[in-house]
């Protein structure tokens, strides 16, 4: 049973029994090393580059921002974006997005919808849905 300790550990096994190997040099790796630093500089070079030519801002950073969505299916939803001083509500579809309603940038509670005159979000978007099932 003890006969195959050995063979369970085969480096160890061969370490003892091939004492003529050479082993790694430094030079090997010092240029492992240097080839990994001109890897990693390459990579911020090219990260300072795109943000030099995109102008500063981060990608996909612009004048819009998704505030929220909703799946309605398994390729279908409604977003809402926040566009300049607006809010987009657009639905997504396969091959095609179209603008469902506009709204002013604000808050979309009760009690603002009560104080502006306007339905809140949820309260629009029920009745477009009970609409369509009547259709």
Request: charged residues 15%; aromatic residues 6%; hydrophobic residues 45%.
């Amino acid at each position: 049973m003890l006969r195959f300790i050995p063979l369970l550990l085969p480096l160890t096994a061969a370490a003892a029994t091939d004492t003529a190997s050479p082993g790694v040099g430094a030079g090997t790796y010092l240029q492992a090393g240097l080839a990994l630093a001109l890897i990693v500089s390459l990579l911020i070079g090219a990260a300072w580059l795109a943000r030099k030519v995109t102008g500063g801002k981060g990608f996909g950073q612009g004048g819009i921002r998704v505030l929220g969505g909703v799946a309605l299916g398994p390729r279908e939803r409604i977003v809402l974006l926040e566009v300049g001083e607006e809010w987009l509500v657009i639905g997504i579809v396969p091959g095609q997005i179209r603008t469902l309603h506009r709204l002013a940038k604000g808050d979309l509670t009760a009690e603002n919808a009560a104080t502006t005159g306007q339905r809140p979000f949820a309260q629009w978007l029920q009745h477009i849905g009970e609409r369509r099932q009547h259709d």
